[in-house]
Structure formats: C-alpha cells, structure tokens
C-alpha cells in the first residue's frame, strides 16, 4: 500500500530547511504521495526511512529500457493521467514489424529505408526506434536469421515476437549484449519466458485476455525475479484499446495498482485495415501506450504520428527554446539585412525555415523572450525595444553588418519609434506579421 502524505512526512527529517525547494517537509511528503517529486530531491533522508518510502518513491509504472548498441527505447515513468497535470516523460516507442518467413533481402530494404527515415521538426531529429521480428514460420534458424537481417540494416532496439521459448531463445542469442523485449508469455508459457528473460536480463512482454489474468501472471513472473515488464492486455478496436489502455493508466496511477503497473505495448495494424493503422497507433500515443509495433512504414503517416508523438510528450509548462543569438541564413554578406525574432522554437522554425526556402540571404537574431512567441512575449514584457536592443549590442551585430538594417516582426510595429530611440543609428523596418510573408517581403520591400 502507498503511504499517505502524514505517513511519508514521520519518515522525513522534519527540519523543513527547504533544500528540496517545498517550504516545508509536510509540503514536500504531500507532493511525495502524489508522485509529483522525486524522493532523491531530500538530501537528508535516513536509509531505514529510504527503505520504507521506496514504495511511494517508486514511480507507479516501472521503466522499462530496450537497449540494443547506442539506442534505448524507454517507457514507462509516467505519473499522472494528464499531460497538463505535469508532464509525460517516455515517448512511446514506434517499432516496425517484419516477419521471419519474409526474404532476408526484404527484410533488409525495409529496415534500411525505415531505419533511415528522420524528420527535423523545430530542431529535433524524430526517427522511429527499432523494429520487431515476428515469427510466422516457427523455426528457431528461420528466426535468427530474420533477425540477423535487422541486424544487418539497424542498430535499434529488437522486439523478438514468439511464443515458442526455443525460437525466442534463439533470437536472444543472436542479440548478444543487448536488452531487447521478448514478446510473448501468457498463461501457458509463462514459466518458460521468465526464465529465459531473467537469465538474458530481457524485458518480457505478457498476453493476457483480460486485466484480471493479466494481474495474476505479473505477479506470478514477477515472483520469478523478472521485473521489467511489458503488457499486452488486449483491446484491438479504438472503443477497447481505449477503455482499457485508461483502466490501466488510472489503476497504477490512482490506486497504486503494481501488478498493472507496466507500460503497455499496442499493434495498431492487428486491426485489420492498413487506413485504419495510422488513426489507432495516434490514439495509442496519446492513451497511454509504451511501445507501438506498427505493420506497415508509410512516410505520409509516420510523419505526423512522430510529430504528433513530440507535441504529447513535450513539458506544456517549459516552452520549446532556441538559444538567444545571430544566426547566419543562406550565407548573408554585410549588406543583408538583420531580421529580429524572439526564441520560442516555433516561431524560430517558421522564420528560418521561411528564409531559408527563399534563398535569399539574412541575418536572424534570436532575442531571449524567455521561450515564448512574438505577441506573447510583447504583451509579457518579454520582446521590446529594450530587450532587441540589448540583443544587437550583446550579440555584437553592428560588427557584422556594413548596412544597419534591422526588421520587425509585424506584430510588434508599434515597437519601431522606441527602437529608433535605442538604436539611433539603425534604419528600423516594419516586416510582415506573418512568416510566410517574408520571402516576398525581402525581395520586394528592402
Ligand atoms: Fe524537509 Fe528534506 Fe525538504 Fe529539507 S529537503 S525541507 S528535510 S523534505
């Protein structure tokens, strides 16, 4: 049972001397009970008090990290329902499955193309992370060898997929030094794949055809010593993977509930329309699953499920920033023009990208508007003419530029006749209000 927020504060030390940053160490013991802090904040716990709170320390649902060389595929660590409520910590990890009875040259070519597929959003490398190997053919040599052609075509972290022990076995020896799931136990099997997970240090996928079965073997497997845990609990349509993927996010989350307290992992292609993949796996992402072993790799839709991925599990409460500074676009020369911008990554990308595509060259300086947009950070008292002046000087612009040319961003026009007064020596120009308006604006109006 977790400890309530008076039984976590008996155990602290009770001299509210604030280092964990809470005015007191009853306030920090709340926040403790609530999952929202972590106990390691309070540097004066005993170990016997250590020892008692590990159960309210430890997160409701365990982290599980497929590692395979360089890559690790983390889920799990979240706590709270709600993304507003604080933030979601592990993106789910995307994989792409292939089958064992398809040609090793198959297997290779669609790796390959997936395993080098990137998208740069706002600044950010967004990749899937690792691939699947089902195996259909039921043969262990047919299964090393699917798997030593992903091997052949990507580094990323492995999800062996059987229910045999043998084949699974031979997947694991053929994924030396790496910690890849191993996919599926179930009522059956279970005792087999506990040992082999314990004995490889794998994680282990679970089958369950409901939450109730589900419960008993976690318990059952974690008896065995395997603690890394990942379940499969069922749910192929949008009504159940919903209804339970949230029975489970609430149990572990709301009533402490550790035998469901493992991330979940979904295969959004199960449901038998490949239209219909891209619309649950985005569902899957944003209720709650771990993994996401995908059927088909499409880049029309693996691209905003990546994005949409990114935006679920960025901190609402810490903007996206760039760092404050000039940046050179398409290799400006003195003459060119000086464009501001504030240093919210959005509005950085919509600017750059925007000059950028123009192919006309600039200077873009990056204000710290402490990570927010141009009309947020204006009416913030974030971006003003003090504030931009500072930038040019601290950034040292004049000294790059032989034309002192600065332009605003058109929102903030009302800015100009102050930042005349700042930079007495700068011709202050009015740019358009929106991003997309630059390239003509560039090429028309300077
Ligand atoms: Fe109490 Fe520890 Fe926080 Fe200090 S750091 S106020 S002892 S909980």
């Not at 890394?228 to 192929?236: E, H, K, S, T």
């Not at 349509?237 to 489970?248: H, N, Q, R, S, Y």
Request: glycine share 8%; with cysteine.
């Amino acid at each position: 049972m977790a400890l309530t927020g008076i039984q976590i504060y008996k155990l602290l030390p009770q001299t509210n001397c604030k280092e964990c940053g809470y005015p007191t160490c009853l306030a920090f013991a709340m926040k403790l009970s609530a999952k929202q802090v972590e106990l390691s904040a309070c540097p004066y716990v005993t170990p016997e008090a250590k020892t008692q709170l590990a159960e309210s320390a430890a997160p409701p649902i365990r982290l599980v990290a497929l590692k395979s060389d360089g890559y690790e595929a983390k889920a799990g660590n979240e706590v709270v329902l709600f993304r507003h409520e604080k933030t979601f910590y592990n993106k789910p990890g995307l994989f792409i499955r292939i089958y064992d009875s398809q040609p090793a040259e198959t297997i290779k070519a669609l790796v390959t193309e997936a395993n080098a597929y990137a998208v740069n959003y706002v600044g950010m490398d967004l990749t899937v992370d690792g691939f699947a190997v089902a195996s259909s053919s039921g043969d262990p040599n047919a299964f090393t060898t699917a798997v030593q052609a992903v091997r052949s075509a990507s580094k990323r972290p492995v999800i062996l997929m059987t229910r045999d022990v043998a084949v699974a076995r031979a997947g694991v020896k053929a994924l030396q030094a790496e910690t890849p799931l191993i996919y599926g136990a179930d009522a059956k099997n279970w005792e087999g794949f506990a040992d082999l997970a314990k004995e490889s240090k794998a994680a282990l996928g679970i089958i369950a055809g409901s939450l109730a079965e589900m419960a008993e073997l976690t318990d059952k497997i974690k008896a065995k010593g395997v603690e890394d845990l990942v379940i499969d609990p069922g749910g192929r349509d949008l009504g159940a993977g919903l209804a339970i993927g949230t029975t489970v996010r609430r149990l572990a989350i709301k009533k402490n509930f550790r035998a469901l307290g493992f991330p979940v992992i979904t295969f959004p292609g199960e449901v038998g329309d490949p239209g219909l993949e891209a619309v649950h796996a985005a569902q899957a992402i944003t209720k709650y699953a771990g993994f996401i072993v995908l059927d088909h790799f499409n880049p029309s839709t693996i691209y905003p499920l990546l994005v949409l991925r990114q935006n679920i599990y960025t901190d609402p409460q810490k903007p996206i920033q760039v760092q404050p500074g000039i940046y050179e676009i398409n290799a400006p020369k003195p003459e060119d023009p000086v464009l501001v911008t504030t240093n919210f990554s959005i509005t950085y990308f919509s600017v750059a990208n925007e000059v950028e595509g123009s192919g006309l060259p600039a200077w873009l300086l990056v204000t710290d508007a402490e990570g927010m947009s141009v009309l947020t950070a204006w009416a913030a008292g974030k971006f003003d003419a003090e504030r931009i002046a500072k930038a040019v000087k601290g950034f040292n612009v004049a000294d790059k530029v032989s034309r002192k040319r600065i332009v605003l961003p058109g929102h903030v026009a009302v800015l100009s006749g102050e930042l005349e007064g700042e930079l007495p020596d700068w011709e202050i120009r009015v740019g358009p209000r929106e991003a997309v308006d630059l390239p003509a604006f560039m090429k028309h109006a300077l």
